[in-house]
């Protein structure tokens, strides 16, 4: 296995090493959940400070044009653009991935009306994220349109006649299994059917080529792998082929081509522009537009194939030193082949553990100062314990010490005190 040494070795050797510095982590802190909320980067609080107390308190209304407030969901875009394989002015930082979906969706939706109208179906995956299937859910209820949920290994088999759209999480929230989106775009434009990808746990975190894929259109998460703040502004992309096609449903002023005309009549702005709804939150964006100069930093040092190639080592360390450490007692829940894996690592214990101990063996680690995050299961799937791995700031000597912190707290068998058991609102 690979030891301490080797670890401070691959450290030393890290290309990637300077990034962490951009980040402000608590002493103590192995961060495994940059997959729910990343970290904060240095330079945020000082520029939120500059655009509360400069831009709003001093600048006042004129900051609108002087500071560039109105433009800067588009500028923000720009920056997550090359990130995602975008072009310049095709993405817009706005509103939430939920109400993002709500958008593209309805989008695709009007296409396939127009361009194939007999097809009337929605499928995705069982297992995506909740907020992305209600959001399906909803529209169809509007549209008397049909959501039909398939398990994984049945995606080949979904693209029947009927089918108008594929809406699949790029990565999934629990398992961490990544689909090829060339492949898969490229199936469902073969079956007739548009495709929605989210985003949420691959943007910052895996490459991806939306353009190269051919996909239709995109949404994602700016406070995950972007390190963007709590409850960041999203992001949205929609293919040049279909952007001008329809308006989005949330017709709002500042998706209007003239927004200060104030006319009553709405005329959508050309091109991604016209995916924006109301006013912004600027304070919130202004974080997620100064987070974003991390990867800026990290093109430098080889970009997203750089941070990907660190992602593959981390997690493949990580697996391997649970193995070691703690025989018997997980089941790997994400993929092992690196293509079909995004970021993070899933556990499920097995039966040489005590039946519901993936809580507490979590709140266990986080005690140590681990932080991941546990998935209850159902029916369908196990409880799982989810380790996020952010190649900007981890070290390899971080992972192989969290998997020693896992056998400690199984050998010790801290997982059994009641204090971890005790469950809060968030997991
Ligand atoms: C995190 C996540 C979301 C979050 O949506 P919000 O509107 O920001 O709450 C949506 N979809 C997926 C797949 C996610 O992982």
């Known amino acids: 296995m690979t030891s301490l040494t080797d670890c401070q070795a691959l450290d030393a050797q890290d290309p990637l090493a300077p990034l962490r510095a951009l980040f402000s982590l608590p002493d103590g802190v192995i961060y495994l959940d940059g997959n729910s909320l990343g970290a904060l980067p240095r330079a945020v609080p000082a520029r939120v400070a500059e655009v509360v107390a400069r831009e709003w308190g001093q600048g006042l209304v004129q900051s609108w ?12 875009g720009d920056k997550i653009a090359p990130l995602i394989g975008a072009a310049p002015g095709e993405v817009v930082a706005t509103d939430t ?10 989008a695709a939706l009007n296409i396939a009306a127009q361009d194939a109208p007999g097809r009337r179906v929605i499928v995705s995956e069982r297992s995506n994220f909740p907020t992305d299937l209600y959001i399906a859910e909803a529209l169809c209820r509007q549209q008397g349109c049909t959501l039909r949920l398939i398990e994984p290994h049945e995606l080949p088999t979904s693209l029947t006649p009927d089918v108008a759209v594929l809406m699949l999480t790029h990565v999934n929230y629990r398992t961490g299994a990544m689909h090829d989106m060339a492949a898969v775009s490229a199936a469902a434009h073969a079956a007739g059917a548009l495709v929605v990808w989210d985003l949420a746990h691959s943007a910052g ?25 709590p409850g960041a502004p999203a992001f949205v992309w929609a293919h040049a082929r279909h952007v001008d096609r329809f308006w989005q449903p949330l017709a709002g002023w500042w998706g209007h081509a003239d927004p200060f005309a104030f006319t009553p009549g709405y005329r959508p702005a050309s091109g991604i522009t016209r995916y924006q709804c109301g006013t912004q939150p ?46 018997g007692q997980f089941d790997l829940v994400t993929p092992r082949a690196h293509a079909q894996r995004g970021s993070q690592v899933c556990l ?15 709140q266990a680690l986080i005690a140590r100062g681990v932080v991941g995050d ?12 989810r380790f996020g791995f952010t190649p900007l700031y981890l070290t390899y000597q971080n992972v192989l010490m969290s998997a020693q912190h896992l056998r400690d707290v199984l050998q010790k068998q801290e997982y059994l005190e009641p204090r971890f058991t005790q469950r809060h609102a968030v997991t």
């Not at 039966?351 to 979590?362: C, E, K, N, R």
């Not at 546990?374 to 314990?385: E, H, K, N, T, V």
């Open 65 to 76: 044009n002087a500071a560039h407030w109105f433009e800067l969901p588009r500028r923000v």
């Open 348 to 362: 499920t214990p097995t039966t040489a553990l005590p039946q519901g101990s993936a809580y507490a063996i979590v």
């Open 97 to 106: 991935t939920s109400i993002n979906l709500y958008k593209v969706l309805s």
């Open 205 to 229: 975190a895996v490459p991806v080529d939306l353009n190269g894929a051919g996909a239709d259109f995109a949404v994602g998460c700016g406070y995950k792998y972007l390190n963007g703040g």
């Open 374 to 385: 546990f998935r209850a299961g159902d029916a369908r799937q196990s409880d799982i314990l």
């Open 282 to 327: 600027i304070v919130a964006l202004s974080a997620l537009d100064c987070a974003l100069d991390v990867f800026a930093d990290a093109e430098t040092l080889g970009g997203m194939a750089a941070l990907r190639t660190k992602s593959l080592a981390l997690t493949d360390l990580f697996v391997a030193a649970v193995e070691a450490l703690c025989p």
